[in-house]
């Protein structure tokens, strides 16, 4: 039987979870040099290539696809082995922007489950102001919010795109008001986008407050309004219309990483989470934004 090390078998799930070196070295403070000699040490002693790889990306072979389940099942069971040997109960509480989190936040927290079994992790949804008043009190170990003012601290994981989404089959009424929903008053991107419509001369009219990114995403896919949002929260087939009726460009923001931690495991597990954000924000842009995402008129037309 073919003993397996450890370490080879994080790095094989870490690069099957991120598909890529890059991310998987990242997630471990490793090189991409390193992994790839993890990985090649863990075929060669399955006697089995686990992972296809090209220039373009990392795909898992058959007998990848097969191995993942049981690596996953390895690194459980080590993490339980090591936590026996402390009574002490590892937790993390981490706050995640609600307009930040998205349809993918359940495959992120996944990863992290995955990553670190031992760890218990508190996660607490709201806006990125309530969050960071909750992190400077300490009642959060990390937040993942929207950078929303001049403060300088903190982890940049990406810069995201916005844009004016509705569904398919809304349409501006000449003459009217521009319909749209928001998350609530306080919102750093509501407040953005209501003075880019002043300043533009654009009429508009709130129909529909609050409620989560769950209803505002459910409001925009029943042609209620229009809503400032950002590509990766935005309801899966609705459009950025914002050139179609020639709105005001909305700023790009960027996502940061605020953490106090201090114990070696949980800031791996942070930094794992952190590389599988940026994945998620990478496979989101350009042309992949718009399989999920499809483009306004104009800019199918270009």
């Not at 994080?10 to 992994?35: E, N, P």
């Not at 003459?175 to 209501?194: E, Y």
């Not at 989560?212 to 809503?227: D, R």
């Not at 940061?256 to 942070?270: G, M």
Request: with cysteine; charged share 20%.
């Amino acid at each position: 039987m073919a003993a397996l090390d450890i370490d080879s078998v994080h790095a094989f799930v870490l690069v099957a979870d991120l598909g890529s070196f890059t991310k998987a070295a990242s997630a471990l403070d490793s090189s991409q040099a390193a992994i790839s000699v993890k990985i090649k040490r863990l075929e060669d002693r399955l006697g089995y290539r686990l992972l296809d790889r090209t220039p373009r990306n990392v795909r898992l072979s058959a007998q990848g696809t097969t191995f993942l389940k049981p690596a996953r099942n390895l690194m459980a069971a080590h993490e339980r082995a090591v936590a026996s040997l402390s009574a002490q109960v590892r937790r993390i509480a981490i706050g995640i922007s609600d307009q930040i989190a998205g349809a993918g936040l359940p495959v992120l927290l996944q990863k992290l489950s995955a990553f670190d079994p031992g760890l218990i992790s508190e996660v607490y949804i709201d806006s990125s102001p309530r969050l960071m008043e909750s992190f400077d009190k300490g009642t959060l170990d990390a937040a993942i919010v929207r950078g929303e003012d001049d403060r300088r601290d903190g982890e940049l994981l990406v810069r995201e795109r916005f844009g004016w989404f509705a569904s398919p089959e809304w349409e501006l009424v000449p003459g009217q008001p521009l319909r749209l929903a928001s998350i609530a008053k306080a919102c750093g991107v509501r407040t953005d986008a209501t003075r880019l419509l002043d300043n533009a001369g654009i009429p508009w009219r709130e129909v529909f407050i609050g409620g989560g990114m769950t209803a505002i995403g459910a409001a925009v896919s029943a042609g209620l309004a229009v809503a400032p949002l950002a590509y990766s929260v935005a309801p899966i087939g609705a459009l950025n219309v914002g050139e179609r009726y020639g709105l005001p460009q909305l700023p790009d923001s960027d996502v940061i990483l605020h953490s106090t931690v201090t114990d070696p495991l949980s800031q791996e597990a942070l930094k794992m989470l952190a590389a599988a954000f940026r994945s998620r924000y990478a496979n989101m842009s350009g042309t992949g934004a718009r399989k999920r995402w499809p483009a306004s008129h104009s800019e199918q037309s270009n």
